[in-house]
Structures are given as structure tokens and as C-alpha cells.
Nanobody
Framework: QVQLVESGGGLVQPGGSLRLSCAAS????????MGWYRQAPGNEREPVAA???????YYADSVKGRFTIARDNAKNTVYLQMNNLKPEDTAVYYC???????????????????WGQGTQVTVSS
């Protein structure tokens, strides 16, 4: 069993930055894919960024060049550095850890994957 605890969300002005963290406990996750999804009001949950166990990264087109995902296996933690934030980035961001990197970036249901509780990111002036 894996527990995920997210932190780092908040309110930021357009053009600002935030760094999200997701710490996993209960099991070693170095062999799993780790990633972030987001869900805005009225929208489906969508993958934003992901990193495979081997270090391959994925970014949604809407965040390429602005967001950076990184994992620290020694700390069982995944980070999402978000720069040049835009109002359309406003959403609840969810951490996800589990097998099947390919399924993660396609937004598919993946047996054995774990979700964090979500953290609100609001970009507004």
C-alpha cells in the first residue's frame, strides 16, 4: 500500500511560479511511474506531466516549456516545478504513482496505481 501526500499548491498571479511536491510512504516507488494530473471545474482529469522509472519524461502540450517534472527516488518524492503560470492552469492537481507509464500519459485507468488527495492551484490577478 502506498500513501501519497501532496503539498505546494496555492494562489499565484499570472506569470508566477509554484512547486508541487508529492511524497510517497508505505512502499518504495522507485520502480513505478510517477506523475501529475489536473482537473479544472467542468473538465475531465488529464495527465500533465509524468516520469517513468527509467527517467523518461512526458509533458502535455499545454505545459511544455513551462513545467518540469523531477523525481527523487531516495526521498520517494516527485516534484512539479510550474513556471510562467497562466489562468488556464487553474485546477486541482493530483499526484499519481503506479505501473504502466504508457497508460499514465494516455490517461487510462491503471490497476495498482495510487492517487494523492489533490492540491488546488489558482492562477489569478
Amino acid at each position: 500500500q502506498v500513501q501519497l501526500v501532496e503539498s505546494g499548491g496555492g494562489l499565484v498571479q499570472p506569470g508566477g511560479s509554484l512547486r508541487l511536491s508529492c511524497a510517497a510512504s508505505g512502499s518504495i516507488v522507485s520502480g513505478y511511474a510517477m506523475g501529475w494530473y489536473r482537473q479544472a471545474p467542468g473538465n475531465e482529469r488529464e495527465p500533465v506531466a509524468a516520469v517513468s522509472a527509467g527517467g523518461t519524461t512526458y509533458y502535455a502540450d499545454s505545459v511544455k516549456g513551462r513545467f518540469t517534472i523531477a523525481r527523487d527516488n531516495a526521498k520517494n518524492t516527485v516534484y512539479l516545478q510550474m513556471n510562467n503560470l497562466k489562468p488556464e492552469d487553474t485546477a486541482v492537481y493530483y499526484c499519481n504513482v503506479g505501473p504502466n507509464f504508457g497508460g499514465m500519459i494516455l490517461g487510462r485507468e491503471r490497476p495498482g496505481a495510487y492517487w494523492g488527495q489533490g492540491t488546488q492551484v489558482t492562477v489569478s490577478s
